[in-house]
T-cell receptor, first 114, second 113 residues
Framework: AQTVTQSQPEMSVQEAETVTLSCTYD???????LFWYKQPPSRQMILVIR??????QNATENRFSVNFQKAAKSFSLKISDSQLGDAAMYFC???????????FGAGTILRVKS | NAGVTQTPKFQVLKTGQSMTLQCAQD?????MYWYRQDPGMGLRLIYY???????DKGEVPNGYNVSRLNKREFSLRLESAAPSQTSVYFC????????????FGSGTRLTVV
């Protein structure tokens, strides 16, 4: 079974600085998709960024980018120019190309200091 | 607004009581899911429905039942609530392809006393 590990329960960043959230996953499959979700205090789950495993180019969405290392099974999220509104729980998730389920990591709480 | 609607948003149950969490989506998605979120454990899949008329167990199905009433609706039932079922429950839906993320409802905070 696939597993997703987020080794940082909590992270802090100063406003306007850059922070990287770590995620590793375990799979024997070669075709899959990886996601980062943001959960603010409102509890709503918001899709931040998505990466296809067959694409070598790292995905970017405005201030959010990923460092996808397929051989190392690593999928970290970099947030540049951090803003107070970035404070949230962030979940890394894996979805096989062959199975219809998302597998989530335990989450990382990100605190942004002003 | 288009999306996934869950009801209720909050619920307190006594041990042994039953209840049904309701979920409806208006995006014409084939697949629907129920997850529970617990501190330090992320979101864990309870049940899912790949298409209308089918349901399958996820990672933590014990103590729950589901019904895919039609393409829009997917309900989760607790027959005899236990304190271990205190959690936040999320319903989600998606297109069938793996390159799509999920659209989530706003969650139900359930407390079993």
């Amino acid at each position: 079974a696939q597993t997703v590990t987020q080794s940082q329960p909590e992270m802090s960043v100063q406003e306007a600085e850059t922070v990287t959230l770590s995620c590793t996953y375990d799979t024997s499959e070669s075709d899959y998709y990886l996601f980062w979700y943001k959960q603010p205090p409102s509890r709503q789950m918001i899709l931040v960024i998505r990466q296809e495993a067959y694409k070598q180019q790292n995905a970017t969405e405005n201030r959010f980018s990923v460092n996808f290392q397929k051989a190392a099974k690593s999928f970290s999220l970099k947030i540049s120019d951090s803003q107070l509104g970035d404070a949230a729980m962030y979940f890394c998730a894996y979805r096989s190309a062959f199975r219809n389920k998302l597998v989530f990591g335990a989450g990382t709480i990100l605190r942004v200091k002003s | 607004n288009a999306g996934v609607t869950q009801t209720p948003k909050f619920q307190v149950l006594k041990t042994g009581q039953s209840m049904t969490l309701q979920c409806a989506q208006d995006m014409n998605h084939n697949s629907m899911y129920w997850y529970r979120q617990d501190p330090g454990m992320g979101l864990r899949l309870i049940y899912y429905s790949a298409s209308e008329g089918t349901t399958d167990k996820g990672e933590v199905p014990n103590g729950y039942n589901v019904s895919r009433l039609n393409k829009r609706e997917f309900s989760l039932r607790l027959e005899s609530a236990a304190p271990s079922q205190t959690s936040v429950y999320f319903c989600a839906s998606s297109e069938a392809g793996p390159d799509y993320g999920y659209t989530f409802g706003s969650g139900t905070r359930l407390t079993v006393v």
